[in-house]
C-alpha cells in the first residue's frame, strides 16, 4: 500500500454541484425544492410565476451537496418583469452542473412543455427527465409521456415523483447525489438555502398576500424587509412594505378596517416564526410605488438582471 493511498474506512470524497429545475409555471418546482431540501426555502402558490429569482435549496445526501436552483417558471414574455424572469430561469440552465426538466405528468407534453425541450437542445449540460403529479394520471400515459419526452431530446435519466406527496423524491434526491461532480461542499452543512432570512421572510409575506388574495390582485406586488432587530429577550422585530402599483390595490392588501393586512401578517408571522425558532413581531406597511416594474432597482434587489427593453 503507497502512502498516499486513503486509510482503510476513510470517507468518500465529497461531491458538490448545482442543479437547475427548469419547467414551464406552476409544474412543481417550488414543492420539489421544498420536497428535497426537507423544509420550506422557496414560496409555493397558486399563482404563476411566483418565483422570481435564483432562489437555491441546499441538500446534503450522504457524501454529496446538492445545490438546487429553482428557476421561474418558463413562458411567453409579454412584459419587462416577464422577460428579466424568463432571461434568468435560462442562465441558470446554462450556469448549472446538471439541468433537471420537470413536466407535469397531466399536461403532458403541451405548447410550453415543447417550446422549453427545443430550447433544452442548446444546453450542453446532462438532462434528468422528472415526471410530476403522476398520481394524477393512469401509468399507460406516464410511460408513453416519457419515450416522447425522451425521442425529442436525450436524457440521461427519467424520473416519475409526486412532489406533493414524496413518493419517488428520495430516490430522485439519491440520484442527484452520485450525479453531481465531486468538489468540496460550498456551503456549510447545516445551511438549507442561500437566500438571506430577510430575503425569505419577504418571500413568505408575499406568498400569504397571493394566497388570501389571488383573485383580486395582480401578481406584481413585491415585499421588501425593512428592518430587522434581535432583542434582548430573544425575538426578532421585523418591519416590511408591500408595495403595489396603484391606489386601488393598496385599498385591497389593507381590506376593510385593516383585516386584510391583519390576517396576512398573522400567517406570515407564524411561518416566520416557525423556521426562526424564537417568537417573532411583525409590522407590515402597504405602500403604493407606480410603475415599479420598470425600475432597475427593485430588478436588482430580486437578483433580476433589468432588460433594456
Same mark, same amino acid.
Not at 430573544?234 to 376593510?256: A, C, D, N, P
Given at each position: ?16 454541484? #448545482? ?265 407590515? #406597511? ?24
Amino acid at each position: 500500500m503507497t502512502d498516499d493511498a486513503p486509510a482503510a474506512g476513510a470517507p468518500d470524497a465529497t461531491r458538490c454541484g #448545482f442543479v437547475a429545475l427548469i419547467g414551464a409555471p406552476n409544474v412543481g418546482k417550488s414543492t420539489l425544492v421544498n420536497g428535497l431540501v426537507g423544509s420550506k426555502v422557496t414560496i409555493v402558490s397558486r399563482k404563476v410565476q411566483t418565483t422570481r429569482a435564483l432562489i437555491r435549496g441546499i441538500v446534503v445526501e450522504d457524501n454529496a451537496q446538492i445545490i438546487l436552483v429553482d428557476t421561474p417558471g418558463i413562458f411567453s414574455p409579454k412584459r419587462r418583469l416577464d422577460r428579466a424572469m424568463v432571461k434568468t430561469a435560462w442562465s441558470g440552465a446554462h450556469d448549472a452542473d446538471l439541468v433537471c426538466v420537470l413536466l407535469d405528468a397531466k399536461s403532458g407534453l403541451d405548447e410550453e412543455a415543447d417550446s422549453i425541450l427545443s430550447k433544452l437542445a442548446s444546453v450542453d449540460h446532462e438532462k434528468i427527465l422528472i415526471l410530476n403529479k403522476i398520481d394524477l394520471v393512469p401509468r399507460e400515459k406516464l410511460l408513453a409521456l416519457a419515450q416522447a419526452a425522451n425521442e425529442r431530446l436525450k436524457f440521461a435519466n427519467t424520473f416519475m415523483i409526486s412532489a406533493l406527496s414524496g413518493d419517488g423524491v428520495d430516490d430522485l434526491r439519491k440520484a442527484l447525489a452520485a450525479a453531481v461532480p465531486p468538489g468540496p461542499f460550498l456551503y456549510p452543512e447545516d445551511q438549507m438555502s442561500d437566500a438571506p432570512l430577510r430575503s425569505l421572510a419577504a418571500e413568505i409575506t408575499r406568498e400569504k398576500i397571493f394566497q388570501q388574495l389571488h383573485q383580486e390582485l395582480p401578481y406584481q406586488s413585491t415585499v421588501e424587509t425593512d428592518s430587522w432587530t434581535e432583542r434582548k429577550d430573544k425575538s426578532v422585530r421585523i418591519e416590511q412594505t408591500v408595495f403595489v402599483e396603484r391606489e386601488g390595490q393598496r385599498k385591497i392588501v389593507l381590506g376593510k378596517g385593516g383585516a386584510t393586512i391583519k390576517s396576512i401578517g398573522a400567517e406570515a408571522r407564524k411561518e416566520i416564526a416557525e423556521i426562526l425558532g424564537v417568537p417573532v413581531h411583525l409590522f407590515l #406597511f402597504v405602500k403604493v410605488r407606480e410603475n415599479w416594474g420598470d425600475d432597475p432597482d427593485r430588478y436588482r434587489e430580486m437578483g433580476l438582471e433589468f432588460p433594456k427593453e
